[in-house]
């Protein structure tokens, strides 16, 4: 079964400054997805990741397939960035196996 | 705009009775997905299905049913069973010839008094 581990669990900045969340799981997999989740507790589909590095804006996501690593960077991050940020393993058709989320907050 | 509908946002119920949250796609995704999620942990699996009239059980089926009669809708019942209902429930929907693309609904927060 897939285990997937994120660190920080929390995460207090300053506005500006360049944030990294990393995620590491324990066996092969399809895909590594980024999510975003409010407070209102609805998730947002960040990034999906089978190799490489993609960027959307101020968001990078990375993934290294032999080290089993994602990390996940907001350059010049905003208080409207806080959130909580989950990484995600799998992508077959029984579903994903989540991390438990790095609770970021940037502070003006 | 395509999407997944979760019906309610925030629902409450009296101990011991079923309750039903609603999961609607309009995207035609194969596969439809239950997640509970609670305070300090990621989110679990519950139920999953991959085509109409099929679902599967997940990590934490106990207490729990669904039903797949049509496959834009994916309901979920809380049964009395369930030791533990007040959580965060979300849905989400994929599409399984890729097995890459997740959607997510914006969750029910049921509250059990």
């Known amino acids: 079964k897939n285990e997937v581990e994120q660190s920080p669990q929390n995460l207090t900045a300053q506005e500006g400054e360049f944030i990294t969340i990393n995620c590491s799981y324990s066996?092969?997999?399809?895909?590594l997805h980024w999510l975003q989740q409010h407070p209102g507790g609805g998730i947002v589909s960040l990034f999906m990741?089978?190799?490489g590095k993609k960027k959307h804006g101020r968001l990078i996501a990375t993934i290294n397939i032999q080290e089993k690593h994602s990390s996940l960077h907001i350059t010049a991050s905003h208080p409207r960035d806080s959130a909580v940020y989950i990484c995600?393993?799998?992508?077959?058709?029984?579903?994903?196996?989540f991390g438990k989320g790095t609770h970021l907050i940037i502070q003006p | 705009d395509g999407g997944i509908t979760q019906s309610p946002k925030y629902l409450f119920r009296k101990e011991g009775q079923n309750v039903t949250l609603s999961c609607e796609q309009n995207?035609?995704?194969?596969?439809m997905y239950w997640y509970r999620q609670d305070p300090g942990q990621g989110l679990r699996l519950i139920y999953y299905?991959?085509?109409?009239?099929?679902?599967q059980k997940g990590d934490i089926a106990e207490g729990y049913s669904v039903s797949r009669e049509k496959k834009e809708s994916f309901p979920l019942t809380v049964t009395s069973a369930q030791k533990n209902p007040t959580a965060f429930y979300l849905c989400?929907?994929?599409?399984?010839?890729?097995?890459?693309?997740?959607?997510f609904g914006s969750g029910t927060r049921l509250t059990v008094v």
């Open positions: 995600a393993g799998g992508g077959g058709a029984d579903g994903l196996t």
């Open positions: 995207l035609n995704h194969d596969a």
């Open positions: 066996v092969g997999i399809s895909a």
């Open positions: 299905s991959q085509i109409v009239n099929d679902f």
């Open positions: 989400a929907s994929s599409i399984l010839s890729t097995r890459y693309g997740y959607t």
């Open positions: 990741l089978s190799s």
